[in-house]
């Protein structure tokens, strides 16, 4: 089974940039569907972008379209989120997670959490004024 393992959290300043890393080992990444999630203190996790397996298409939670780019790097094994313009509202844990999902192109239900079978341990991004 595939082990996930985030880097690349930090502390920036409002309107800095991060790119965050996750990195997989154990599977080939190009072969699952791979979410990013973030948690904040006291909220929910929520779902913030995809990459589906093999085509590679992609899908962005509304709060951060435009800000946030989702890609895979078939040769490092990986998937990177690069994120512009943070925001204090973007500090939060974020975790990888992957599944394998039927086919190609974006996969029902790939915005809930509960479809994801893999998760990584999480990193930090704290976002200051």
């Known amino acids: 089974q595939v082990q996930l393992v985030e880097s690349g959290g930090g502390l920036v300043q409002a309107g800095g940039s991060l790119r965050l890393s996750c990195a997989a080992s154990g599977g080939t990444v190009s072969t699952y569907t791979v979410g990013w999630f973030r948690q904040a203190p006291g909220k929910e996790r929520e779902f913030v972008a995809v990459?589906?397996?093999?085509?590679?298409?992609?899908a962005y939670a509304d709060s951060v379209k435009g800000r946030f780019t989702i890609s895979r790097d078939n040769a490092k094994n990986t998937v990177s989120l690069e994120i512009v313009s943070l925001k204090l509202e973007d500090t939060a844990a974020y975790y990888c997670a992957a599944f394998r999902s039927p086919g190609n192109g974006l996969p029902a239900g790939y915005y809930r959490g509960q479809k994801y079978d893999y998760w990584g341990q999480g990193t930090q991004v704290t976002v200051s004024s």
């Open positions: 990459i589906s397996r093999h085509s590679g298409d992609t």
